[in-house]
């Protein structure tokens, strides 16, 4: 099994900057991929950003230019900085991993961090 936890969402004024940290506790064998995504209101969730178990990175337009994704191997921990943040970046942010434990390809999400960005 394998835990997420989000922190560093709030409120914070158009051109602002957040880092989002991700720490991932339990058991597993090796990362596939980690990434990000959001939820507005009344709107799909969607990819932010993601970064694989060798570190490539990808990036959603919308963020793109913005923001950093990274990962801290040695505190099993993800981040996320954005920078020059928008009001349309208002949304709750979720980390996501898909990892193999037990032999077996696994999915797992974190309960979220509220964003909200103000004009």
């Known amino acids: 099994q394998v835990q997420l936890v989000e922190s560093g969402g709030g409120l914070v004024q158009a051109g602002g900057s957040l880092r989002l940290s991700c720490a991932a506790s339990?058991?597993?064998?090796?990362?596939?991929?980690m990434g990000w995504y959001r939820q507005a209101p009344g709107k799909q969730r969607e990819l932010v950003a993601t970064i694989t178990g060798p570190g490539a990175t990808f990036y959603a337009d919308s963020v793109k230019g913005r923001s950093t994704i990274s990962r801290d191997n040695a505190k099993n921990t993800m981040y996320l900085q954005m920078n020059r943040l928008k009001p349309e970046d208002t949304a709750v942010y979720y980390c996501k991993t898909n990892i193999i434990a037990s032999q077996e390809i696994m999915e797992y999400w974190g309960k979220g961090t509220l964003v909200t960005v103000s004009s």
């Open positions: 339990g058991i597993f064998s090796s990362i596939i991929v």
